[in-house]
């Protein structure tokens, strides 16, 4: 069975601070993908890493997918309040399309 | 170009009832999936369709199911609703089987 296990479960961090979530399985994957989520809302899609060895910026976030391709990790420069939810992984699981997530890292960022 | 919509948003039902969730897919988008969301068990895939066609389904009992229909909405039906089946139910819809996936904002289902 594929499991996408993540890490820390949670995180509280001053603003400005930065942090490292890492998502990890003993499973390789195409792709993996990280998602945020808040309260009361769908998950919102923020990178999909396809290539091991792949590094992907958006803003202060950096998306790294190991190079076996069983691995990834987002890491967060100067942490906001905005940045505060739930960030999950995915990836494709075996025989057929089927997505599976991680239990997701719930990131709050204090003032 | 509007989003991923669920209706309802919010739903109370009793156990034994049976319920219906709807998702709008992303104009263009043709694949749709659902995803049960809970505390303990996180995000778990319910099915995935396809041009009206279930293309794959999670390990949920008989009492989940759903359909596509020819303009690509979908619908999960579940059915004598037992107390476990509070969640938040997601869809996701993408262009196509294994293209990137976008989620609408769920139904919370509450079973008392």
């Known amino acids: 069975t594929q499991l996408l296990e993540q890490s820390p479960q949670f995180l509280s961090i001053q603003e400005g601070e930065n942090l490292t979530v890492y998502c990890n399985s003993s499973?390789?994957?195409?792709?993996l993908q990280w998602y945020r989520q808040e309260p009361g809302e769908g998950p919102v899609l923020l990178v999909t890493?396809?290539?091991?060895?792949e590094v992907k910026k958006l803003k202060r976030l950096t998306f790294q997918f190991g190079d076996a391709r069983k691995d990834s990790s987002l890491h967060i420069t100067a942490a906001q309040p905005g940045d505060t939810g739930l960030y999950l992984c995915?990836?494709?699981?075996?025989?057929?399309?089927?997505?599976?997530f991680g239990a997701g890292t719930r990131l709050f960022v204090k003032a | 170009k509007a989003g991923v919509t669920q209706t309802p948003r919010y739903l109370i039902k009793t156990r034994g009832q049976q319920v219906t969730l709807s998702c709008s897919p992303i104009?263009?988008?043709?694949?749709v999936s659902w995803y049960q969301q809970t505390p303990g068990q996180g995000l778990q895939f319910l099915f995935e369709?396809?041009?009206?066609?279930?293309?794959n389904k999670g390990n949920f009992p008989g009492r989940f199911s759903g359909r596509q229909f020819s303009n690509s909405r979908s619908e999960m039906n579940v059915s004598t609703l037992e107390l476990g089946d509070s969640a938040l139910y997601l869809c996701?819809?993408?262009?196509?089987?294994?293209?990137?996936?976008?989620f609408g904002p769920g139904t919370r289902l509450t079973v008392t």
């Open positions: 996701a819809s993408s262009l196509a089987p294994n293209y990137e996936q976008y």
């Open positions: 995915a990836g494709d699981g075996t025989g057929g399309f089927k997505t599976i």
């Open positions: 104009s263009g988008h043709r694949s």
């Open positions: 369709y396809f041009s009206e066609t279930q293309r």
């Open positions: 890493v396809v290539t091991g060895g």
């Open positions: 499973s390789v994957f195409s792709s």
